[in-house]
């Protein structure tokens, strides 16, 4: 895969997909293969609140970051143009790469066509993509058992899926061949305006004809703009919990911070099933402020999955700085009882944690209002 940055243009390439995913790991794969081509990248992640998981992991690696943060980048096209502003003052990115929220949908009449209808002389809309987390869309497609989402929610999933240009079915090692293959017919039956696309951006796997296609081709301009019913995506939004947290943690002896978090994913993912919740995604990194910037990260996309150690410390530690993402299908008060209840059985524990409660936030997603939406013959714009 070779890319050849054009001086006049810099390509913008938006990388979506429901709540775990595995958008920030495919976002991480293609910056560091365009980087070691000499290639500048710049990212843009983006959520409804501060402090981002996503954000914290992608820095530590040494890319150049902006976070766009109290709302998605529909609703916030006005600082999606600040952020590649600033990350051009910085370091002239060839290539912009850009993770939207994960509830999001609606992006190619929201951020593709405004992009290049009013800023068309500055950039090159790369096609939308779309990531699918296998096992997650084999359940909402049908093909497996697993407690569902509820119909609005889905609706979202769904709406994602059917305005992307290209599919990828990500962490596609993680289901059984026969399942894979169901799947992928499944997705080109349901969705044919997409081309489907197999690969694990965590082992690194089959990614090369999704990137080149991604560098090599431009949004179609005369596609047309899919029906969305917003008070149904409204709606679907509504009903998903966010939770933000931020926590100094100590010890009085040295802990192996990896188990430690493992333990804890499982711990809340236990709390929450028992209360018949289901996770959309749960994300945390501890980070022990050292100057290299290491840190563990672990995830969990499903109430009923095992949680993933993504990036790992190598030595045992006495404190560091813990944050938590949680994404659920449940009242966010009920989130934040479950994780303040949870901190505070480690605070109480005879490992004698000293947990220090920095920030948490708590609340449902307000109702999309795009600055801009193409509507078929024009672009309108919000007064």
Same mark, same amino acid.
């Given at each position: 895969?070779?890319?050849?940055?054009?001086?006049?243009?810099?390509?913008?390439?938006?990388?979506?997909?429901?709540?775990?995913?595995?958008?920030?790991?495919?976002?991480?794969?293609?910056?560091?293969?365009l980087t070691g081509q000499g290639i500048?990248?710049?990212?843009?992640?983006?959520?409804?609140?501060?402090?981002?998981?996503?954000?914290?992991?992608?820095?530590?690696?040494?890319?150049?970051?902006e976070e766009i943060a109290g709302g998605?980048?529909?609703?916030?096209?006005?600082?999606?143009?600040?952020?590649?502003?600033?990350?051009?003052?910085?370091?002239?990115?060839?290539?912009?790469?850009?993770?939207?929220?994960?509830?999001?949908?609606?992006?190619?009449?929201?951020?593709?066509?405004?992009?290049?209808?009013?800023?068309?002389?500055?950039?090159?809309?790369?096609?939308?993509?779309?990531?699918?987390?296998?096992?997650?869309?084999?359940?909402?497609?049908?093909?497996?058992?697993?407690?569902?989402?509820?119909?609005?929610?889905?609706?979202?999933?769904?709406?994602?899926?059917?305005?992307?240009?290209?599919? *990828?079915?990500?962490?596609?090692?993680?289901?059984? &061949?026969? /399942? #894979?293959?169901? $799947? @992928?017919?499944? =997705?080109?039956?349901?969705?044919?305006?997409?081309t489907v696309f197999c690969c694990s951006?965590?082992?690194?796997?089959?990614?090369?004809?999704?990137?080149?296609?991604?560098?090599?081709?431009?949004?179609?301009?005369?596609?047309?703009?899919?029906?969305?019913?917003?008070?149904?995506?409204?709606?679907?939004?509504?009903?998903?919990?966010?939770?933000?947290?931020?926590?100094?943690?100590?010890?009085?002896?040295?802990?192996?911070?990896?188990?430690?978090?493992?333990?804890?994913?499982?711990?809340?993912?236990?709390?929450?099933?028992?209360?018949?919740?289901?996770?959309?995604?749960?994300?945390?990194?501890?980070?022990?402020?050292?100057?290299?910037?290491?840190?563990?990260? *672990?995830?969990?996309?499903?109430?009923?999955?095992? &949680?993933? /150690? #993504?990036?790992? $410390? @190598?030595?045992? =530690?006495?404190?560091?700085?813990?944050?938590?993402?949680?994404?659920?299908?449940?009242?966010?008060?009920?989130?934040?009882?479950?994780?303040?209840?949870?901190?505070?059985?480690?605070?109480?524990?005879?490992?004698?944690?000293?947990?220090?409660?920095?920030?948490?936030?708590?609340?449902?997603?307000?109702?999309?209002?795009?600055?801009?939406?193409?509507?078929?013959?024009?672009?309108?714009?919000?007064?």
């Amino acid at each position: 895969m070779k890319y050849k940055a054009n001086e006049a243009k810099a390509r913008f390439i938006m990388i979506g997909g429901f709540l775990g995913a595995g958008k920030t790991t495919a976002v991480a794969a293609l910056a560091q293969q365009l980087t070691g081509q000499g290639i500048r990248v710049g990212l843009i992640t983006n959520d409804q609140s501060i402090g981002l998981v996503d954000t914290k992991m992608l820095r530590s690696q040494g890319f150049s970051v902006e976070e766009i943060a109290g709302g998605c980048f529909c609703c916030r096209f006005n600082s999606l143009l600040d952020a590649s502003a600033m990350l051009t003052e910085k370091t002239r990115p060839d290539i912009f790469l850009a993770e939207p929220v994960g509830s999001c949908t609606d992006l190619v009449a929201t951020v593709s066509y405004p992009l290049r209808r009013i800023y068309g002389d500055h950039w090159t809309i790369s096609p939308l993509s779309v990531l699918v987390d296998p096992n997650r869309a084999a359940r909402i497609l049908g093909l497996e058992a697993g407690k569902p989402f509820s119909e609005k929610v889905v609706y979202i999933y769904k709406k994602q899926l059917e305005e992307a240009d290209i599919i *990828v079915v990500n962490k596609c090692d993680s289901i059984a &061949p026969t /399942l #894979r293959g169901r $799947l @992928v017919a499944a =997705l080109k039956e349901s969705y044919p305006q997409a081309t489907v696309f197999c690969c694990s951006a965590q082992k690194g796997t089959d990614l090369a004809p999704w990137f080149e296609k991604i560098l090599a081709e431009e949004a179609d301009p005369a596609k047309a703009m899919m029906a969305l019913d917003y008070d149904i995506y409204a709606e679907g939004e509504a009903l998903l919990g966010w939770l933000n947290c931020t926590v100094a943690i100590r010890s009085e002896t040295a802990f192996d911070a990896n188990s430690w978090l493992l333990d804890l994913a499982r711990s809340l993912r236990n709390s929450l099933r028992g209360t018949d919740t289901e996770i959309a995604h749960l994300k945390m990194t501890f980070d022990a402020g050292d100057p290299s910037g290491n840190l563990a990260a *672990v995830s969990l996309v499903r109430g009923d999955g095992e &949680p993933e /150690l #993504r990036e790992s $410390l @190598v030595d045992e =530690l006495t404190g560091g700085d813990l944050i938590i993402n949680l994404r659920a299908e449940a009242d966010p008060e009920h989130l934040r009882r479950i994780v303040s209840e949870t901190l505070q059985t480690i605070a109480e524990s005879p490992s004698n944690y000293q947990v220090n409660l920095e920030h948490m936030e708590s609340f449902r997603p307000g109702k999309p209002e795009p600055t801009h939406r193409f509507s078929g013959e024009r672009v309108a714009a919000k007064v």
